[in-house]
């Protein structure tokens, strides 16, 4: 099976700038994942859709994140404006509905804001 | 508080050498625990579960609900195992919480 794609690979952007990430999960995933991997650190949830509704943004930086999945398929994830502290990776999952642990990550969008 | 914790940043051993990477937790219900691999350039990825209580690649990992811990073990080293290591709890079965991560470097 195809994996999960995500672009672009690497970004560079100005701090208070906009950025937007993609993904598309494995073909029949219902739930995809957006984590922050900050450097030194493990991934951290942000958000977690099933089909198309949000089933947990808990730890999403509202003011300045947003993440949509508009036909339970594809899903964008983006920064505006970017701080400093941004500066990560941003690794899409998914999995199917049949949940069984077994996560499938993308290659991940390294970020850098300067 | 849900939490997992890999106190060791770095393991450096010998090809052969037997390997024990820690990893302690933090969770008041029954824990489901990961331990997902990152070889170099290479995307995060299951290597086992503890529900499964498999071995992969000569790896297990035993959980030990006294000590809450869930070290993962490997009698020899191999060089192929150099890698990042990451010990995950699952509070609920669809969500993960992972902990910071130990570089495993296995000299020839």
């Known amino acids: 099976e195809a994996g999960v794609a995500q672009s672009p690979r690497y970004k560079i952007i100005e701090k208070r700038q906009s950025v937007a990430f993609w993904c598309n999960p494995i073909?029949?995933?219902?739930?995809l994942y957006w984590y922050q991997q900050i450097l030194g650190q493990g991934p951290k949830l942000l958000i977690q859709?099933?089909?198309?509704?949000?089933?947990?943004d808990s730890q999403l930086p509202k003011d300045r994140f947003s993440a949509e999945r508009l036909k339970g398929v594809d899903s964008t994830l983006k920064i505006q404006p970017a701080k400093l502290e941004d500066s990560a990776v941003y690794l899409c999952?998914?999995?199917?509905?049949?949940?069984?642990?077994?996560?499938?990550f993308g290659s991940g969008t390294r970020l850098t804001v300067v | 508080a849900q939490r997992v914790t890999q106190p060791e940043k770095l393991l450096s051993v010998f090809k052969g050498a037997p390997v024990e990477l820690k990893c302690n937790y933090s969770?008041?219900?029954?824990?489901?625990l990961f331990w997902y691999v990152q070889y170099s350039r290479q995307r995060l990825q299951l290597l086992l579960r503890?529900?499964s209580r498999e071995s992969i690649k000569g790896f297990t990992a035993d959980l030990n609900k006294g000590e809450t811990s869930f070290h993962l073990k490997k009698p020899f080293a191999q060089e192929e195992d150099s890698a990042m290591y990451y010990c995950?709890?699952?509070?609920?079965?669809?969500?993960?919480?992972f902990g910071t991560g130990t570089r495993l470097q296995v000299f020839p």
């Open positions: 999952a998914s999995s199917s509905l049949t949940f069984n642990y077994g996560y499938t």
């Open positions: 073909s029949g995933h219902a739930t």
């Open positions: 859709f099933q089909n198309n509704g949000v089933v947990d």
């Open positions: 969770y008041s219900g029954s824990p489901e």
């Open positions: 503890h529900i």
């Open positions: 995950a709890l699952s509070p609920r079965t669809d969500k993960l919480i």
